[in-house]
């Protein structure tokens, strides 16, 4: 029973796998992802990868279809032998290529892939060994599970959803402390007046910033009138006004304010 | 000055604590004016002279050695003008031999690099959420695997473009995020400054 059971489990995953190369969405960007071009020369990877596709329906259907024989097992399995060589050679000669076995998006190819093939090997080499006797629909259902689990095709399907479940259920990252980002402060500062006056001055990123009170200080490095000067900008934490944003050019090593920006007033006070 | 001094002192300077004795006529605050910047000069076909990438091999002083990935041996200065970040501002001694840097300043005489700013391990990463935990995002990267490690206080999160929060609750599975982060060198971990989605 266990044995029959994997000749329909290895026919449905054949009529799978090669009904995606043949009817497919986009097969010539599917065949483009693989390393099948290295493989058999470029232009021709389209090609290739429909007569896989071609071959996994044709073996697919003389298992499906009785009677059940030895030598369809036998190409099964040499078909997956040769599944399995050929990620072995597609992870060393490309690492980033698709795997391609059921159409694209199942990313390069990792241990998933690897040991998906290698089960189809097994299955296949148990169908070979299948008798007359009848399959068991619970064996195939949980033949094809595994399967379906270790096809990263077919994540979005049945993993991201329940991901997706979890998340909504209960958040990982809600309940972080909740505190004004620099990112807002530093956006803030780039759309105020204050900073269109002095941008063309400035010549560093982000130096140094701080906060105290309701306010938050970032410092740039500045250069003016061929003099290292430092530009500080002060911002308010608990609302998004960009007018509001106050900046003094100063100079460090005299301790001199030579130039202030406030929001109402005009510039350059003396 | 000590650091809390100076930051004393720039505070004051700002919220308009301390006399201004420059009391130069900066032109208007159009923007027009902010387009008024004396514009670079530089020959499209060589490589921009006043910018650095690389791996820093080694740090001497105040010097960091850098080797580029066209195998270009950079030596940069780092000074008090220098504006440092490694995830957030930073200061030097958070910066180590093995990590990744860009460094715009001017290039000095001697083939030195006076650098205006470096940004140590940045990356960059249009991805997809995969999975999340406690503090972790799982990214799809382009089909590579990336952990984003989420730094309490320091993460952001930008939705819809609007002012970054630091709630990212209203991230979601299986949906698309821009990363900006600090690389753990020679792992497949970042550590995430601004996450960018829609919400």
Same mark, same amino acid.
């Given at each position: 029973?266990?044995? *029959?059971?994997?000749?329909?489990?290895?026919?449905?995953?054949?009529?799978?796998?090669?009904?995606?190369?043949?009817?497919?969405?986009?097969?010539?960007?599917?065949?483009?992802?693989?390393?099948?071009?290295?493989?058999?020369?470029?232009?021709?990877?389209?090609? %290739?990868?429909?007569?896989?596709?071609?071959?996994?329906?044709?073996?697919?259907?003389?298992?499906?279809?009785?009677?059940?024989?030895? %030598?369809?097992?036998? #190409?099964?399995?040499?078909?997956?032998?040769?599944?399995?060589?050929?990620?072995?050679?597609?992870?060393?000669?490309?690492?980033?290529? @698709?795997?391609?076995?059921?159409?694209?998006?199942?990313?390069?190819?990792?241990?998933?892939?690897?040991? $998906?093939?290698?089960?189809?090997?097994?299955?296949?080499?148990?169908?070979?060994?299948?008798?007359?006797?009848?399959?068991?629909?619970?064996?195939?259902?949980?033949?094809? #599970?595994?399967?379906?689990?270790?096809?990263? &095709?077919?994540?979005?399907?049945?993993?991201? /959803?329940?991901?997706?479940?979890?998340?909504?259920?209960?958040?990982?990252?809600?309940?972080?402390?909740?505190?004004?980002?620099?990112?807002?402060?530093?956006? =803030?500062?780039?759309?105020?007046? %204050?900073?269109?006056?002095?941008?063309?001055?400035?010549?560093?990123?982000?130096?140094?910033?701080?906060?105290?009170?309701?306010?938050?200080?970032?410092?740039?490095?500045?250069?003016? =009138?061929?003099?290292?000067?430092?530009?500080?900008?002060?911002? /308010?934490?608990?609302?998004?006004?960009?007018? &509001?944003?106050?900046?003094?050019?100063?100079?460090?090593?005299?301790?001199?304010?030579?130039?202030?920006?406030?929001?109402?007033?005009?510039?350059?006070?003396? | 000055?000590?650091?809390?001094?100076?930051?004393?002192?720039?505070?004051? +300077?700002?919220?308009?604590?301390?006399?201004?004795?420059? #009391?130069? +006529?900066?032109?208007?605050?159009?923007?027009? =004016?902010?387009?008024?910047?004396?514009?670079?000069?530089?020959?499209?076909?060589?490589?921009?002279?006043?910018?650095?990438?690389? $791996?820093?091999?080694?740090?001497?002083?105040?010097?960091?050695?850098?080797?580029?990935?066209? $195998?270009?041996?950079?030596?940069?200065?780092?000074?008090?003008?220098?504006?440092?970040?490694?995830?957030?501002?930073?200061?030097? @001694?958070?910066?180590?031999?093995?990590?990744?840097?860009?460094?715009?300043?001017?290039?000095?005489?001697?083939?030195?690099?006076?650098?205006?700013?470096?940004?140590?391990?940045?990356?960059?990463?249009?991805?997809?959420?995969?999975?999340?935990?406690?503090?972790?995002?799982?990214?799809?990267?382009?089909?590579?695997?990336?952990?984003?490690?989420?730094?309490?206080?320091?993460?952001?999160?930008?939705?819809?473009?609007?002012?970054?929060? *630091?709630?990212?609750?209203?991230? =979601?599975?299986?949906?698309?995020?821009?990363?900006?982060?600090?690389?753990?060198?020679?792992?497949?971990?970042?550590?995430?400054?601004?996450?960018? %989605?829609?919400?």
């Amino acid at each position: 029973m266990l044995l *029959s059971s994997q000749v329909f489990v290895v026919a449905i995953v054949l009529a799978w796998t090669g009904g995606v190369k043949l009817f497919g969405p986009a097969p010539g960007l599917a065949a483009r992802r693989t390393a099948l071009d290295r493989l058999v020369g470029k232009g021709r990877e389209l090609t %290739a990868y429909r007569a896989v596709g071609v071959v996994e329906l044709l073996i697919a259907a003389a298992l499906a279809l009785p009677p059940v024989e030895f %030598a369809e097992g036998l #190409a099964a399995t040499a078909l997956a032998l040769g599944f399995v060589a050929y990620l072995v050679y597609a992870r060393r000669v490309r690492p980033e290529s @698709d795997c391609g076995c059921m159409g694209g998006k199942g990313g390069p190819i990792g241990w998933r892939s690897l040991s $998906r093939a290698c089960l189809l090997v097994l299955a296949s080499a148990m169908a070979a060994g299948a008798g007359q006797e009848a399959a068991s629909p619970l064996v195939v259902l949980a033949g094809l #599970a595994v399967f379906v689990a270790l096809s990263a &095709e077919l994540d979005r399907y049945w993993l991201l /959803p329940l991901r997706r479940l979890r998340v909504r259920l209960s958040h990982p990252l809600a309940g972080l402390p909740v505190r004004v980002p620099l990112a807002a402060g530093v956006e =803030q500062v780039e759309r105020s007046p %204050a900073y269109r006056a002095v941008a063309g001055l400035l010549r560093s990123d982000v130096r140094d910033t701080w906060t105290e009170g309701e306010w938050r200080f970032v410092s740039y490095s500045a250069r003016y =009138q061929d003099r290292a000067a430092t530009v500080v900008f002060a911002v /308010p934490t608990d609302r998004f006004v960009p007018e &509001e944003v106050q900046a003094a050019l100063v100079d460090e090593s005299t301790e001199e304010t030579l130039w202030r920006f406030a929001p109402t007033a005009s510039v350059g006070l003396a | 000055m000590s650091s809390l001094g100076r930051r004393r002192f720039l505070s004051s +300077a700002a919220l308009g604590g301390a006399a201004v004795v420059g #009391a130069t +006529a900066f032109g208007s605050v159009a923007p027009e =004016q902010a387009l008024a910047s004396p514009s670079l000069e530089l020959d499209p076909a060589l490589p921009d002279p006043n910018f650095a990438e690389g $791996r820093i091999s080694a740090i001497t002083g105040s010097m960091l050695m850098v080797t580029g990935s066209d $195998r270009t041996l950079h030596r940069i200065h780092v000074t008090d003008g220098t504006s440092l970040w490694k995830l957030r501002p930073t200061t030097f @001694d958070a910066i180590k031999v093995g990590d990744g840097l860009y460094a715009r300043g001017l290039k000095l005489d001697d083939g030195t690099l006076a650098a205006d700013s470096v940004w140590v391990n940045i990356v960059n990463l249009t991805a997809h959420i995969t999975a999340m935990e406690r503090d972790v995002l799982h990214l799809d990267h382009h089909g590579d695997r990336v952990v984003g490690h989420v730094v309490a206080g320091t993460t952001a999160a930008v939705y819809n473009d609007t002012p970054a929060v *630091s709630d990212l609750s209203l991230l =979601q599975v299986g949906k698309h995020v821009q990363v900006i982060g600090a690389w753990r060198p020679d792992t497949n971990e970042v550590d995430i400054a601004t996450v960018f %989605a829609a919400a």
